[in-house]
């Protein structure tokens, strides 16, 4: 499993990381809360410490939680109950209070990814919607049974969108997902790639805006 761990002790990371790897997990280890945001998406897991010099981890979490469904266990030297609260209700899956006890860890480690996997969807065919079909395996869209020419980015946001049909996509979770930054500069860009995608699939009424939040795709 490839683990991303946030910890700015080095001598704790050290640990840490040896001992994951010793156990089959690969580590990627940052110091800052803010390069969670970058390397969260080629992770299955995430140990955040909520001590970080740049962010607060509960902040990290936060800003993660607003793009991603990453599992994530807290590290947290404060043992104070507000902190474990308020990561648990900000979307932390569980908690440990440091000094960690590392069978413990690898323990909470496989709790807590069995349950993931127990929420993850099951394997999906092509996802209709009207008479469009969008098929995320082989990057096809066909309207009315004819297929329709997407650019790599067109097809990214469709899928995306796709992937959660009738439900509201936030525009930092589209940005993220096909830009790998929530807080894509030229966020602009997301609009034209919409604008062209309601002009090639022809059916407007199945792209919708939803105002100071994003796109859905669907009724
Ligand atoms: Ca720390």
Known sequence: MQI?????????????????YDHGHVTRRVRHGRDVLTYH????????????????????????????????LVLTA?????????????GADDYL???VRLAELLARIDAVTRRSRGRAGTGTGPVRVGDVE????????TVGGDPVGLTTKEFDVLA??????????SREQLLDEVWGDAYHAVSRSLDVHLTQLRAKLRRPELLTTIRGFGYRLGE
């Open 4 to 20: 991303l761990l946030a910890e700015d002790d080095d001598g704790v990371a050290a640990a840490l990381v040896e001992v994951l």
């Open 41 to 72: 998406r080629s992770s299955d897991l995430l140990l955040l410490d909520l001590g970080l010099p740049d962010l607060d981890g509960l902040d990290v979490l936060r800003a993660l939680r607003a793009v991603s469904d990453l599992p994530v």
């Open 78 to 90: 404060r043992g104070d109950e507000r902190s474990v609260v308020r990561g648990l209700h900000l």
């Open 97 to 99: 209070v440091k000094p």
């Open 134 to 141: 969008i098929d995320l395996d082989v990057r096809r869209v």
């Open 160 to 169: 995306a969108l796709a992937a959660r049909a009738g439900t509201a996509v």
